[in-house]
Structure formats: structure tokens, C-alpha cells
């Protein structure tokens, strides 16, 4: 069953936004594995009439709270990197954000793109379009757009495939080490290259 969504006034969008609040929070804490309608809406103190009358679907709903959850990480991570004169000094300082604090909630939607592609998939373009600006951001200012978005999807890859490294081999720091070392002196020789 489907209901009418918010018509978009300010008393609308800001108990849209509060509600978007409060399923986010349930996510950081709870993850994303067992998410339902019916989880948020308890987490919200409300009802999955009044969920779906403010967001398109349960899907809508995970989605818009996973990029809430996103854009959080991406401003520490932008943060973290500010300091840092080199890309390979930039990219090196994000990782201690990315595997912080709820950035497992983060890797779980990854799993959930990868296991059901058809329902979850938007979870992983999201991140893709949240995180791929965000990166090209730290390359130098001299190269052009599509150098610095080459060198930004090698690096969203690559971080992306140290995460699931992470998760899935228990933690081991020593292959993850090895392949930021590679990934280092790579990027060390684009930004020497001009």
C-alpha cells in the first residue's frame, strides 16, 4: 500500500527531517541488516503510515538515511585530510574516519548492494556519488576535471575494497598496510607527473 507523500511545506519538511533524523540515529546505533518499516517507525515514535507518508518507500527511507549517515563521515574525513600537503598524505589521514565510529553501518550497505543488487543497489551508487566529489576534491588544483575524476574512482575503489578487506579478514592490519603503501607511492607519482 502507498501513501501520499509530503506535499513539500515547511511543516512537512521539517518533520520529514526529523524523522530523517531519528531512523539515521537508529541506523548508527542498530545497522542496517534487520532495517524494516516497522523498525524505524519505532525508532521515530511514530507509525509506517506516517513513515511512508513522508518518504516514497522503506527503501527511500534507508537510502536517505545511509547518505545522512555519509555525508557525517565525509565531513570528518574532509577534516582529517585538511592538513595533509600530499594526495597520498590526504587519502592516508581518511582512513582512521572511514573505519571509526558507525563507518560499519556504511560498510553493511555495501554488502546489501552487493547481495541484493535489484533492491539495495541504490545504496552503492549513493555512496558513489556522495564520495567520488568529496575525493576529487583533494587532488591538486592544477589537474584538470577528468584527471582528477580518474584518480578519484581509483581511489574510492581501492578504499572501498580495503573496507570490505577489513571487515571480512577479521581486522588484520597487515594486508591493508601493504596495499595503502602501494596505493601511497601511486599516487605519489600521479601528483609528481603534474
Known amino acids: ?10 511543516r512537512g519538511d521539517a518533520r520529514r527531517r526529523e524523522l530523517l533524523d531519528l531512523v539515521t540515529e537508529d541506523l548508527a546505533v542498530n545497522g542496517l541488516v534487520d532495517f524494516s518499516l516497522r523498525r524505524a517507525a519505532k525508532a521515530a515514535g511514530t507509525t509506517h503510515k506516517v513513515l511512508l507518508y513522508h518518504f516514497d ?23 582529517a585530510a585538511a592538513e595533509e600537503p600530499t594526495l597520498a598524505g590526504r587519502v592516508r589521514a581518511l582512513w582512521p574516519v572511514l573505519t571509526s565510529g558507525e ?7 555495501i ?10 543497489g541504490g545504496l552503492a551508487r549513493g555512496g558513489t556519488q556522495q564520495y567520488l566529489p568529496a575525493l576529487v576534491s583533494l587532488c591538486p588544483a592544477t589537474w584538470s576535471p577528468e584527471r582528477k575524476t580518474e584518480v578519484a ?7 572501498r575494497g580495503f573496507l570490505i578487506d577489513l ?6 592490519p597487515v594486508g591493508i598496510e601493504t596495499g595503502f603503501a602501494a596505493l601511497s607511492r601511486a599516487l605519489d607519482r600521479e601528483e609528481a607527473a603534474g
Open 167 to 172: 571487515r571480512t579478514s577479521g581486522g588484520d
Open 153 to 159: 574512482a581509483m581511489v574510492l575503489a581501492t578504499l
Open 57 to 79: 518507500s522503506a527503501e527511500d527511507l534507508l537510502e536517505r538515511a545511509v547518505a545522512r549517515l555519509r555525508e557525517r563521515r565525509i565531513s570528518r574525513s574532509l577534516g
Open 111 to 120: 554488502g546489501l548492494a552487493i547481495y541484493d543488487v535489484d533492491r539495495h
Open 103 to 109: 563507518s560499519w553501518v556504511l560498510d553493511q550497505a
Open 1 to 10: 500500500m502507498t501513501y501520499r507523500r509530503s506535499a513539500g511545506s515547511p
